[in-house]
């Protein structure tokens, strides 16, 4: 029985696994809206292992290497996939490329263990996949016109790539507490992002991943200054 509880936050990474292999299959199809809310899913089981391996004290460097794997596939393949099915073709997988080196920084990398160094890939995948999901809708014009331009979605992909190995400190939405004090910024951008995605829907996702960087650089920005 014990063996079994222990083994539970390797269930969950799995799980994120699974639905990132389906999100890779519909990618390919070109159900970019399918694809969104497994990715949406897969954040979900990737959040869950983490709290699960903490509360059942059932950490592993089995379970880390299989998260980073499952990551990999949820978080690097399959927005890669859906940059090569808007038509960015073969340079759509630099994020997959950027994503796998992001990983791999962070597992060896000891000063992330309260914050990010460099835009987390669930940030990431979740930017370029409601990208895909507005193009597949298709209720907002403007935006599914601006989505599907080639170029422009290349330059997102590049930025997007250098960001996640980027030395940029961003903060994490992992709570150790409940206290306002300790997560103000968090409760003020999860406050904002679902107030907009309440009023805006899914073209609001893409926005609030902005602004996740945006606060982020912000933050570091008020620190250094007060440091000096």
């Not at 539970?8 to 159900?31: E, H, K, M, Q, R």
């Not at 920084?105 to 669930?122: A, H, M, S, W, Y």
Request: aromatic share 14%; glycine share 6%; proline share 3%.
């Amino acid at each position: 029985m014990k063996q079994i509880i222990k083994s539970i936050p390797n269930l969950l990474t799995l799980s994120n696994l699974f639905c990132g292999c389906v999100a890779v299959a519909y990618a390919f199809w070109g159900d970019f809206a399918t694809t969104f809310w497994l990715v949406v899913l897969a954040s979900v089981f990737d959040f869950m292992d983490g709290m699960a391996a903490r509360l059942l004290n059932a950490h592993s460097p089995i379970g880390a290497d299989l998260d980073s794997l499952a990551d990999m596939v949820s978080f690097g393949v399959a927005p890669s996939v859906v940059l090569f099915s808007l038509g960015v073709g073969w340079f759509g997988f630099v994020v997959a490329l950027f994503s796998a080196l992001r990983l791999a920084k962070f597992n060896v990398d000891d000063r992330q263990t309260t914050e990010f160094i460099g835009l987390p890939v669930p940030a990431d995948a979740l930017f370029f996949t409601s990208i895909g999901y507005i193009v597949y809708d298709g209720s907002s014009t403007y935006l599914a016109v601006v989505f599907s331009t080639v170029w422009f979605l290349s330059a997102l992909a590049a930025l997007f790539s250098l960001l996640m190995v980027s030395e940029i400190r961003m903060f994490s939405l992992k709570f150790k507490s409940l206290r306002l004090k300790d997560n103000a910024l968090r409760y003020c951008f999860l406050a904002l992002s679902a107030v907009a995605v309440a009023l805006f829907g899914i073209k609001a996702v893409p926005f609030a991943i902005v602004g996740y960087i945006a606060l982020s650089m912000t933050r570091n920005l008020v620190s250094s200054t007060k440091l000096a």
